[in-house]
Nanobody, 115 residues
Framework: QLQFVESGGDLVQPGDSLRLSCEVS????????MAWYRQSPGQQQRDFVG????????SYADSVKGRFTISRDNGKNTVYLQMNDLKPEDTAVYYC????????WGQGTQVTVSS
């Protein structure tokens, strides 16, 4: 199983930027597709945000396309989520996981966008 430690969440204003990190342990992730998800207030399910393949191809949910960018540093076994032009509807707890080997969720990192 993989273990995930997400970090970088904060309280920000609309239009601000944040970069989230997801440090992965338990295996080397360079051949894995990794994804970000988020759980909005009052929701039970986690929504797909985007993913990055081992070849660094990316795909995003329509709601974040053009604003969010996923990248990875295989040497650090870490995946990143760069979030620009944040909106109040981006408020959520953000999680990462492996699409290739789905594992127990980490604790997530809270992002709050509010003026």
């Amino acid at each position: 199983q993989l273990q995930f430690v997400e970090s970088g969440g904060d309280l920000v204003q609309p239009g601000d930027s944040l970069r989230l990190s997801c440090e992965v342990s338990g295996t080397i992730i360079r051949f894995f597709t990794m994804a970000w998800y988020r759980q909005s207030p009052g929701q039970q399910q986690r929504d797909f945000v985007g993913h990055i393949t081992s070849a660094e191809a990316t795909s995003y949910a329509d709601s974040v396309k053009g604003r969010f960018t996923i990248s990875r540093d295989n040497g650090k076994n870490t995946v990143y989520l760069q979030m620009n032009d944040l909106k109040p509807e981006d408020t959520a707890v953000y999680y990462c996981n492996s699409v290739t080997r789905i594992s127990p969720w980490g604790q997530g990192t809270q992002v709050t966008v509010s003026s």
